[in-house]
């Protein structure tokens, strides 16, 4: 892996993942969000892992940013309130334990990476993390369908 594209793709992850998370503007978020996404997708090929750079490309960066524009234009809510003092704290505070979190987790081993085939990826995906994948999948359809609820009550 070229530590060199590692840190420009890191950079750039983290240009429009800011870009995602603090603009007011719904739509610019929800496109942000998808080059974040498509970013990461090209980590994954950097790690030399084809097979999880296409689930990635496939799944996180087209279909979860399309659902989010589409709930956008049917709940007509383009834009977003100003984040409040505490919420900012909280998003550092969040922020601050997930990379001490991330460090302890993986500052451990010989830095060795596997490469993973698709096959034993999928058993994976479909035997240890079938319930997790589940559980997210309904929380973004009952989502999907608040949003889809709640714009209709604004309109009548």
Request: hydrophobic share 65%; proline share 4%; net charge positive.
């Amino acid at each position: 892996m070229s530590l060199t594209a590692f840190y420009v793709l890191a950079a750039f992850i983290l240009i429009f993942a800011v870009l995602a998370v603090t603009t007011a503007n719904m739509v610019r978020a929800a496109l942000s969000l998808a080059v974040t996404f498509f970013l990461v997708a090209g980590l994954y090929l950097l790690l030399g892992s084809p097979a999880l750079a296409a689930i990635q490309f496939m799944v996180n960066a087209s279909a979860i940013p399309i659902m989010t524009l589409f709930i956008i234009m049917m709940t007509q809510s383009r834009t977003s309130p100003a984040p409040r003092t505490w919420q900012l704290v909280a998003g550092f505070l969040a922020a601050a334990a997930a990379l001490v979190f991330f460090k302890g987790a993986v500052g451990h081993g010989d830095g060795q990476i596997t490469p993973v085939s698709p096959e034993t990826l999928g058993v994976n995906l479909l035997q240890a993390a079938l319930l997790p994948f589940e559980v997210a999948s309904l929380l973004l359809l009952l989502a999907m369908v608040g949003a889809i609820v709640l714009a209709r009550r604004r309109a009548d």
